[in-house]
T-cell receptor, first 117, second 115 residues
């Protein structure tokens, strides 16, 4: 079974600085997808960024980028120029396929990010 | 438009009540999900519907009964719940086909309190 590990329960960063959130995963699949979701206090899960495992190029979305190391099974999220609105719980997730062919997300335990003014 | 709409946003119910949570999406997605999330925990998958058929039931107690009336709607019927069932219930949807590596989009959730 696939597992996702986020080793940092909490992180903090100064506004305008850069922070990196760590994520490792375990899988025997060769083709898969990884995601970072953000959950602010409003509790809606918001997609931040996704990475296809077959792509060597790291995904980037504005101030958010990932460092995807397939061999090491590592998928870290870098937030540049941190803003107060980035404060949230961040979940790393692996897209797993079920026997029935459906997709489901396997989540890490999350990292709570605080942004200090 | 990547919107998944859930109603109600908040629900308080007694242990003998029957209530339902509703979820709707108009993105043409063919897979819909119910997740349960306790405070300070990641979401836990409960059910998956694929093409309006129940695909996954993650050993959820029978007091939770899902229903997918059509490809746009997903309900979660609640009956004889326990206080420990109090949580945020998240609905989600995706295109539902393996090849595209679909993103799963979430609604804002329904806060459930069982008293």
């Amino acid at each position: 079974a696939q597992t996702v590990t986020q080793s940092q329960p909490e992180m903090s960063v100064q506004e305008a600085e850069t922070v990196t959130l760590s994520c490792t995963y375990d899988t025997s699949e060769s083709d898969y997808y990884l995601f970072w979701y953000k959950q602010p206090p409003s509790r809606q899960m918001i997609l931040v960024i996704r990475q296809e495992a077959y792509k060597q190029q790291n995904a980037t979305e504005n101030r958010f980028s990932v460092n995807f190391q397939k061999a090491a099974k590592s998928f870290s999220l870098k937030i540049s120029d941190s803003q107060l609105g980035d404060a949230a719980m961040y979940f790393c997730a692996y897209r797993a396929l079920t026997q029935g062919g459906s997709e489901k997300l396997v989540f890490g335990k999350g990292t709570k990010l605080t942004v200090n003014p | 438009d990547t919107e998944v709409t859930q109603t109600p946003k908040h629900l308080v119910m007694g242990m003998t009540n029957k209530k339902s949570l509703k979820c709707e999406q108009h993105m043409g997605h063919r897979a819909m999900y119910w997740y349960k999330q306790k405070a300070k925990k990641p979401p836990e998958l409960m059910f998956v519907y694929s093409y309006e058929k129940l695909s996954i039931n993650e050993s959820v107690p029978s007091r939770f009964s899902p229903e997918c009336p059509n490809s746009s709607l997903l309900n979660l019927h609640l009956h004889a719940l326990q206080p420990e069932d109090s949580a945020l219930y998240l609905c989600a949807s995706s295109q539902g086909t393996r090849a595209s590596g679909n993103t799963i989009y979430f609604g804002e959730g329904s806060w459930l309190t069982v008293v």
